[in-house]
């Protein structure tokens, strides 16, 4: 796996766009405030959005544009609009639809809504129940459509307030992964990905009645019953129970670290110490052991408990041991852990033994290893930096020498990327700048100068302005330079929504309007949504194009702080993904955003 492939999908939380273009977090930390100053208002998304979207459902026969749609819709549905039944009824209809892309659509578009009653729609086409299905319109639920339910149904219950609500999404998600007869890995990776976006909490969970005498409800009772659940999923050996493949296990290691991250400090250091034991088991296959490692960087804690001390040497000693794959995520996954405070007066006391190791692999790691390690010191500082500690300039120094002596422009654009994650608000933010500047002077590689623009943005340096301005008008022909351009503009405060809805009208490449969608969705602004709007109603545009705009409008007007499949993209075991999730040129991540 290339790091720009971890990067492409991990990329937004670092970036944090929507603080940029729309205003700060609201205390829940998932979304914008709602009088953000740039962000559409509610009544505009209601008044003028809404009801475009729901007509394109309704009516329209391109299934590209339907698809859109369906996506958007549950996207901006607010659960506590009158609009509400209207998007179910829309989204529901288009279930029985002959395109498969479609009927997938709608089921994302249901989860999204984070509504009770969409998520028991979801869990009937999870289940496969004949009747149920029958009053849906569809015959039979074949196993990719039930995959795009279940990780529907993790969708819903990260939107749900509602405990119970949530208990009954787990509950279908372990039904189905019981009752299922061939055990398909599509399904299976699916549900057990979604559980792991089930928050249980710690407390019991007193069911409601008419699901008491259910036979699994006693998995999901609390977020301790769910981890140990989940946690047999790891146990069990391929061959022994039907559909307990790597694949299944690899994702089972990761929902059991999140599940346990949420269901107490017992579990969740219970979880720590499981977790190092599966990395450790060379009997096991080597994903397996990788997504343990994954896993880690999300339930270890960078204080001094026992078992977060365990991690950390595992990890350490994980830099120089084991298949690549291993090394490069032990790399992540010690930044990430060691930023997460623990318990007590020394929640990151674990901190300084993460960078010595990680910079003294910077100069001796193998070549295919120095990005990753960049990228992990770079997490690593800002996290430290956020946290309030000033950590001098050790990280920085060994990034920028590392970048002197650098042997590829891959290996270039990742330290650059390090340096920024690494120095951004602190006292060497304008020194790294003259660096990165001058590194993108030098280079005339689209990818690099694009991976370095972000860094420019990363670092505040406006003296770029004009410059990345520049790049911007003539990217056009260069997707992904077109995007970081335009990413790196809006971090240092620039606006760029004129110039892409001028691109996105102007371009008659598939490739050009995706990566203008993207760009457009993240940076875009409440300026951008007529002219979107009015380019959607010129019905002379191609197909295409106009299924662009939908998702552009949908991506701007969506207050949530990460792109709406951040829950199931991040710390994703994305070596064991299967076809729903990605290769298949439909799979979830494939989608725009």
């Known amino acids: 796996m290339h790091w720009s492939h971890w990067w492409f999908l991990e990329s937004a939380r670092y970036l944090d766009l929507r603080a940029h273009v729309q205003g700060p977090p609201a205390p829940d930390g998932r979304t914008v405030v709602l009088r953000a100053p740039l962000a559409p208002s509610r009544n505009i998304v209601r008044d003028r ?33 009158a609009e509400l039944p209207l998007a179910i009824a829309a989204l529901r209809a288009r279930l029985s639809a002959p395109n498969m892309l479609v009927r997938e659509s709608a089921l994302l578009g249901l989860g999204l809504l984070g509504d009770p009653e969409a998520a028991e729609i979801l869990a009937s086409v999870l289940s496969g129940d004949e009747e149920a299905l029958g009053a849906l319109g569809l015959e039979v639920s074949p196993a990719r459509l039930r995959a795009f339910a279940a990780h529907a149904l993790g969708f819903s219950a990260q939107r749900m307030d509602d405990a119970r609500s949530r208990q009954r999404v787990a509950l279908a998600l372990v039904e189905a992964l019981e009752g299922d007869p061939h055990r398909r890995d599509d399904v299976a990776v699916a549900a057990l990905g979604s559980l792991g976006l089930v928050d249980l909490g710690p407390r019991s969970i007193i069911p409601r009645e008419d699901i008491r005498e259910r036979e699994a409800i006693g998995h999901v009772l609390s977020g301790r019953a769910l981890a140990r659940y989940v946690d047999g999923w790891i146990d069990r050996s391929v061959g022994q129970r039907a559909g307990h493949t790597v694949r299944s296990r690899a994702f089972a290691c990761v929902a059991y670290a999140r ?34 490692t994954i896993g880690l960087g999300e339930v270890a804690r960078g204080g001094g408990a026992d078992a977060d001390r365990r991690a950390r040497e595992f990890l350490v000693a994980g830099l120089r041991g084991g ?22 007066d020394d929640g990151l006391s674990g901190w300084t033994k993460a960078r010595t190791a990680l910079t003294g692999e910077l100069a001796r790691a193998r070549s295919s290893d120095l990005a990753w390690t960049a990228l992990a010191l770079g997490i690593l500082e800002g996290g430290v930096r956020e946290a309030g500690i000033e950590a001098g300039p050790g990280t920085t120094s060994a990034l920028s020498t590392m970048a002197v002596r650098r042997k590829s422009d891959d290996d270039s654009a990742a330290l650059g990327l390090g340096i920024a994650l690494a120095a951004r608000g602190g006292p060497r933010a304008d020194a790294m700048g003259n660096r990165v500047a001058d590194e993108l002077d030098a280079t005339t590689s689209p990818v690099m100068r694009g991976h370095l623009a972000i860094a420019l943005g990363l670092l505040e340096r406006s003296e770029s302005i004009d410059l990345l301005r520049d790049e911007l008008a003539e990217a056009r022909n260069q997707p992904i330079l077109l995007w970081s351009v335009a990413v790196s503009l809006v971090l240092l405060g620039e606006p760029v929504d004129d110039d892409l809805v001028d691109a996105l009208r102007e371009s008659n490449s598939s490739a050009q309007r995706i990566a203008i969608t993207a760009a457009l969705g993240q940076t875009g602004t409440a300026s951008a949504v007529e002219p979107l ?12 194009l106009r299924a662009s705009v939908v998702d552009s409008l949908a991506a701007i007007c969506d207050l949530d702080r990460l792109p709406w499949r951040d829950p199931i993209a991040h710390a994703l075991p994305y070596f064991a993904a299967t076809p729903t999730l990605n290769g298949s040129g439909s799979g979830l991540l494939e989608r725009p955003w």
Do not use: N, W, Y
Request: charged share 30%; aromatic share 0%.
């Open 259 to 292: 599940i346990a991250d949420d269901a107490g400090e017992d579990v969740r250091t219970d979880a720590v110490e499981r977790l190092v034991d599966v990395a450790e088991d060379r009997a096991l296959h080597m994903h397996v052991r990788t997504s343990a």
């Open 49 to 81: 959005v809404l009801p475009r979207l729901l007509d394109i459902a309704r009516t329209e026969r391109s299934d590209d544009m339907v698809s859109s749609a369906l996506v958007a819709i549950g996207r901006l549905t607010d659960p506590s609009d």
């Open 323 to 344: 298949q690549p794959l291993e090394r490069r995520f032990s790399r992540i996954a010690l930044a990430s852990s060691s930023i997460r405070p623990g318990g007590g």
């Open 533 to 544: 709007l009015a380019l959607l109603a010129e019905d002379d545009r191609p197909t295409p």
